[in-house]
């Protein structure tokens, strides 16, 4: 048997509840896995560490791959995002999320399968914005041809190897003709070395009318930074929210996993939250590391769980514990030979 060892990030609010509940659910498939754990945000400044702590990137650096709970930064209090630290610290071009119906998860649309992917280093989220005079700001919106083409690469063979044939790469060039123009060329380049997956060009705001309207249409969405971040959180409120999707940002030498739903410091350490998101992330990062059946088990499990409807946290409607569910999940994982049927 393989033995795997795996930053843990357990961030803050409910951060070290739902982490902790994936971790338990892992070990319940029986992988070996030893955790390093590290802070990060409010928690590593409190020990006096900063809010990305150097021991931190080094695990991640030397694992290659990591787990993260959410971590809160606070506004206007001078904190640099964790977030966009670990991104640009690591450079995890990729953001990857995954979005589809689950059973037992009512909404407005079913059948929804698509994946996002969201250029996560450069865009306005380059952070190079000032007060140009008093009361006037301005901001930077960077686009590289090759950070343009290294995220397209990755969505085209992600779309080759996994049986998609569809890409829609999304842009405002209309407008933006030297940024998002640059954007869409790049992704042009790339596309042409696919002959054999469709792709499309779509206007932004042409896509967020259509995906409220009809989501199944889509299969893959490329885009920049900003446009990314929107509609990621959009796709998820097409199959019931944040708290049942997961994400991953990726690079070529390393990986963090995470659900990106907030630390919801109200609810902290009352046993309420909903772990689904962060569990699913996990499943996300043992097929990254070649257990597919590990992660297949665990969505099988969620699945059961929920189709079920007797186990449910508050937000979904019910009135189980962070560790009721849990728990529920653990007992509904199939064995391999389950699957294997």
Same mark, same amino acid.
């Given at each position: 048997?393989?033995?795997?060892?795996?930053?843990?990030?357990? &961030?803050?609010?409910?951060?070290?509840?739902?982490? #902790?509940?994936?971790?338990?659910?892992?070990?319940?498939?029986?992988? /070996?896995?030893?955790w390093e754990r590290h802070l990060a945000g409010i928690d590593a400044v409190?020990?006096?560490?900063?809010?990305?702590?150097?021991?931190?990137?080094?695990?991640?650096?030397?694992?290659?791959?990591?787990?993260?709970?959410? +971590?809160?930064?606070?506004?206007?209090?001078?904190?640099?995002?964790?977030?966009?630290?670990?991104?640009?610290?690591?450079?995890?071009?990729?953001?990857?999320?995954? =979005?589809?119906?689950?059973?037992?998860?009512?909404?407005?649309?079913?059948? *929804?399968?698509?994946?996002?992917?969201? $250029?996560?280093?450069?865009?306005?989220?380059?952070?190079?914005?000032?007060?140009?005079?008093?009361?006037? @700001?301005?901001?930077?919106?960077?686009?590289?041809?090759?950070?343009?083409?290294?995220?397209?690469?990755?969505?085209? $063979?992600?779309?080759?190897?996994?049986?998609?044939?569809?890409?829609?790469?999304?842009?405002?060039?209309?407008?933006?003709?030297?940024?998002?123009?640059?954007?869409?060329?790049?992704?042009? #380049?790339? /596309?042409?070395?696919?002959?054999?997956?469709?792709?499309? $060009?779509?206007?932004?705001?042409?896509?967020?009318?259509?995906?409220?309207?009809?989501?199944?249409?889509?299969?893959?969405?490329?885009?920049?930074?900003? @446009?990314?971040?929107?509609?990621?959180?959009? @796709?998820?409120?097409? =199959?019931?929210?944040? &708290?049942?999707?997961? &994400?991953?940002?990726?690079?070529?030498?390393?990986?963090?996993? #995470?659900?990106?739903?907030?630390?919801?410091?109200?609810?902290?350490?009352?046993?309420?939250?909903?772990?689904?998101? *962060?569990?699913?992330?996990?499943?996300?990062?043992? /097929?990254?590391?070649?257990?597919? *059946? /590990?992660?297949?088990?665990?969505? *099988?499990? +969620?699945?059961?769980?929920l189709s079920a409807s007797r186990v449910r946290t508050r937000d979904l &409607?019910?009135?189980a514990t962070t560790s009721e569910l849990t728990q529920a999940i653990v007992?509904?994982?199939?064995?391999?030979?389950?699957?294997?049927?």
């Amino acid at each position: 048997m393989s033995q795997y060892t795996i930053t843990l990030l357990p &961030g803050d609010g409910i951060g070290p509840e739902v982490t #902790e509940a994936a971790v338990k659910v892992v070990e319940a498939t029986g992988l /070996a896995v030893t955790w390093e754990r590290h802070l990060a945000g409010i928690d590593a400044v409190a020990a006096g560490k900063g809010t990305l702590p150097t021991e931190t990137l080094d695990s991640i650096r030397k694992n290659r791959i990591a787990l993260k709970g959410p +971590i809160t930064t606070p506004v206007g209090k001078g904190f640099r995002s964790v977030n966009v630290g670990l991104r640009k610290a690591l450079d995890l071009y990729v953001s990857l999320r995954p =979005v589809r119906s689950l059973l037992g998860v009512e909404t407005r649309h079913r059948e *929804v399968d698509l994946v996002v992917f969201r $250029e996560n280093t450069e865009g306005l989220y380059s952070g190079r914005e000032h007060e140009v005079v008093p009361g006037v @700001c301005e901001a930077l919106k960077i686009i590289t041809r090759d950070a343009s083409r290294r995220i397209a690469k990755y969505a085209f $063979e992600y779309a080759r190897w996994t049986g998609r044939r569809k890409i829609a790469i999304a842009h405002k060039a209309s407008i933006m003709r030297l940024s998002d123009g640059l954007f869409l060329d790049a992704a042009r #380049e790339v /596309a042409r070395d696919y002959p054999f997956i469709e792709w499309m $060009e779509i206007p932004i705001d042409r896509l967020a009318m259509q995906l409220v309207q009809e989501p199944r249409h889509f299969d893959v969405l490329l885009m920049e930074n900003l @446009c990314g971040d929107i509609f990621s959180d959009l @796709c998820a409120g097409l =199959v019931g929210g944040l &708290g049942v999707v997961p &994400g991953a940002n990726i690079g070529d030498h390393g990986a963090v996993f #995470e659900a990106v739903h907030g630390s919801a410091p109200d609810i902290a350490g009352q046993n309420k939250a909903n772990p689904i998101a *962060v569990i699913r992330s996990a499943a996300m990062m043992l /097929a990254h590391i070649g257990e597919h *059946v /590990a992660a297949q088990r665990i969505e *099988v499990g +969620i699945e059961r769980v929920l189709s079920a409807s007797r186990v449910r946290t508050r937000d979904l &409607g019910g009135t189980a514990t962070t560790s009721e569910l849990t728990q529920a999940i653990v007992d509904s994982l199939p064995t391999p030979a389950e699957l294997a049927r």
